[in-house]
């Protein structure tokens, strides 16, 4: 009677398809993951620039109150949140931005920002929210920081 079963070999050669094939699986599913969180970064500040852009409409519209010196943008992504009495209805019925402010899939934290009257190539934080970026120091899959997207 002979004896059925794998041979050393046979075992060796398919151990090896295994592992080539891992380690081609195991860049694209990476890759797959990082274009998740780039969408998901997209998505995100789409969203807060939407809500931004939204109360500075609003602003200009008279149904917010603001001061003869200010921008017109929000004094911070917490009042987009919390919002604003609508001062064109009589009951001054609360008008938000935002159910909540989505988080940075990049980097985790919160978003850095930058008020009105601060340069593009140099964004400070200031008085008002102009715009968001993320605080993340990586490239993104285009070759461009993720903080200047």
Request: aromatic share 8%; hydrophobic share 35%.
């Given at each position: 009677?002979k004896?059925?079963?794998?041979?050393?070999?046979?075992?060796?050669?398919?151990?090896?398809?295994m592992?080539?094939?891992?380690?081609?699986?195991?860049?694209?599913?990476?890759?797959?993951?990082?274009?998740?969180?780039?969408?998901?970064?997209?998505?995100?500040?789409?969203?807060?620039?939407?809500?931004?852009?939204?109360?500075?409409?609003?602003?200009?519209?008279?149904?917010?109150?603001?001061?003869?010196?200010?921008?017109?943008y929000?004094?911070?992504?917490?009042?987009?949140?919390?919002?604003?009495?609508?001062?064109?209805?009589?009951?001054?019925?609360?008008?938000?931005?935002?159910?909540?402010?989505?988080?940075?899939?990049?980097?985790?934290?919160?978003?850095?920002?930058?008020?009105?009257?601060?340069?593009?190539?140099?964004?400070?934080?200031?008085?008002?929210?102009?715009?968001?970026?993320?605080?993340?120091?990586?490239?993104?899959?285009?070759?461009?920081?993720?903080?200047?997207?």
């Amino acid at each position: 009677m002979k004896a059925r079963g794998f041979t050393l070999v046979e075992l060796l050669i398919v151990v090896a398809i295994m592992a080539l094939l891992a380690s081609i699986a195991a860049p694209l599913a990476e890759l797959s993951y990082q274009r998740g969180k780039e969408q998901e970064l997209r998505t995100a500040l789409r969203e807060i620039r939407e809500a931004i852009d939204t109360y500075k409409r609003a602003a200009d519209d008279g149904k917010i109150e603001k001061s003869a010196d200010s921008s017109g943008y929000p004094p911070s992504l917490k009042t987009l949140v919390e919002g604003v009495p609508d001062k064109s209805t009589p009951e001054k019925s609360t008008l938000y931005f935002l159910r909540r402010i989505p988080r940075d899939p990049i980097s985790g934290e919160d978003w850095g920002v930058r008020a009105y009257a601060s340069p593009a190539n140099d964004p400070q934080p200031g008085k008002d929210v102009y715009d968001v970026y993320s605080k993340s120091e990586e490239i993104g899959l285009n070759k461009v920081p993720y903080k200047e997207w």
